[in-house]
């Protein structure tokens, strides 16, 4: 699909008439399922009724819920309280490990009732940094990636099948008969996409979490032999604690070294007002640069980037997706009066020179 500022945007239908949501499996840490059926599920299923006409909103909600399979797994422990206003919701705590990943799988269905073909089936992957509530869809700076399959698509069916069997993984305490058929339709599904192949801007890996490194380091290594000239690591969490520069260390040196490594960190306010200062350990900053021995920069994201003036209300403003909007200057206005200030959610990884990026 075409690429929006609008998380909330990458659940809506694909183009064409007639595309009814199917099936729909989503995994996060923290839920929030009044979000998540007022305004995730309504576009998903394409709503007509306002919701400021709540009883109407409830009942077409309702009777498209009827003809699909929603399941939202969640981090047991990431939700200090749980309310579900839908029973055809299947709410699927997670306990046995912390489930911190974020991934949506999604089926829509277009039937033929008129010249008696198979029904057309388009599905989409969306891998991204934000939970499923209010904030993280409307006021973190938040990453996301989405991915359709079926149709016209040629994308690649490995990422697919990949993040199937995460969730596979994921749900292996569960014993939801729904979430079963539903991942059983996507496993059916997804074995009668072509292999597809991966365009230059494409992602080419979906991986776990211990992966991820030595993912990017091959992914570099593909395309260039010498060392990356600058690795940027954007991130509201770091390592804590007296191991934390060492821990830091070994983790960068896997990449390369680099020539440059840039942090990119919570910020919060110089005490003059008129800057934001990278919250960071500097200890730990210190540290790490003398055992990397290269050029360390760290650098705050700033919680009013992209904050103007605009005729548009606060919630309608949407969020961030460039990672390049983490670490902008700040302009010559003064533009911190505004209540709502996005917070760091977003980690990202990036590894650039002169052979291109990863």
């Known amino acids: 699909m075409e690429r929006t500022n609008r998380l909330i945007d990458y659940y809506l239908p694909p ?24 305004e995730l599920l309504a576009v998903a299923f394409g709503v007509r009724s306002p919701i400021s006409r709540l009883k109407s909103f409830r009942s077409e909600l309702e009777r498209k819920l009827q003809r699909a399979e929603v399941s939202v797994l969640y981090d047991l422990s990431g939700c200090d309280r749980l309310a579900r206003l839908s029973p055809r919701i299947d709410a699927i ?11 949506s799988l999604l089926m829509w269905v277009r039937e033929d009732r008129v010249g008696g073909k198979k029904p057309d089936r388009r599905m989409r992957l969306i891998v991204g940094s934000a939970n499923l509530t209010r904030q993280g869809f409307r ?21 697919l099948t990949k993040a199937i069997s995460l969730v ?46 030595p993912t990017v380091r091959d992914s570099w290594a ?56 990278p919250v960071f350990d500097s ?18 994201a700033l919680p009013d980037s992209g904050d103007q003036p ?4 606060i919630e309608e403003i949407g969020d961030e997706t460039e990672e390049k909007e983490f670490a902008a200057r700040l302009g010559n206005g003064n533009h911190n009066s505004l209540e709502n200030q996005r917070a ?6 990036l590894v650039d020179g002169t052979a291109g990026s990863v």
Not at 283 to 300: M, P, S, T, Y
Not at 310 to 313: C, D, V
Request: proline share 5%; hydrophobic share 45%.
């Open 283 to 300: 200890r730990v900053a210190v540290e790490l640069n003398k055992k990397l021995g290269i050029r360390l920069c760290l650098r705050a």
């Open 168 to 213: 596979q993984q994921i749900a292996a305490e569960s014993k939801s008969p729904q979430l079963a058929s539903q991942l059983a339709a996507f496993v059916t599904q997804a074995a009668l996409l072509p292999v597809g192949t991966t365009g230059a801007d494409d992602p080419v890996a979906l991986v776990a979490a211990a992966e991820v490194v």
């Open 222 to 277: 593909a395309i260039s032999t010498k060392a990356p000239e600058t690795v940027t690591v954007v991130s509201p969490f770091w390592t804590e604690g007296a191991n934390a520069a060492e821990a830091l260390s070994d983790l960068f040196q896997q990449l390369g070294p680099p020539a440059n490594l840039e942090l990119v960190c919570r910020g919060e306010k110089s005490a003059d007002g008129k800057t934001w200062l």
């Open 15 to 38: 183009p064409g008439e007639g595309f009814a949501l199917e099936s729909l499996v989503a995994t996060t840490y923290q839920v929030d399922f009044e979000f998540v059926e007022e």
């Open 310 to 313: 605009s005729s548009e209300s």
């Open 344 to 349: 760091l959610h977003a980690k990202v990884i």
């Open 139 to 159: 006021q973190n700076y938040e990453c996301v990636v989405s991915i359709d399959f079926g149709g016209r698509s040629t994308s690649p069916r490995s990422l």
């Open 93 to 103: 705590p997670i306990s046995a490990r912390k489930l911190h990943s974020k991934i």
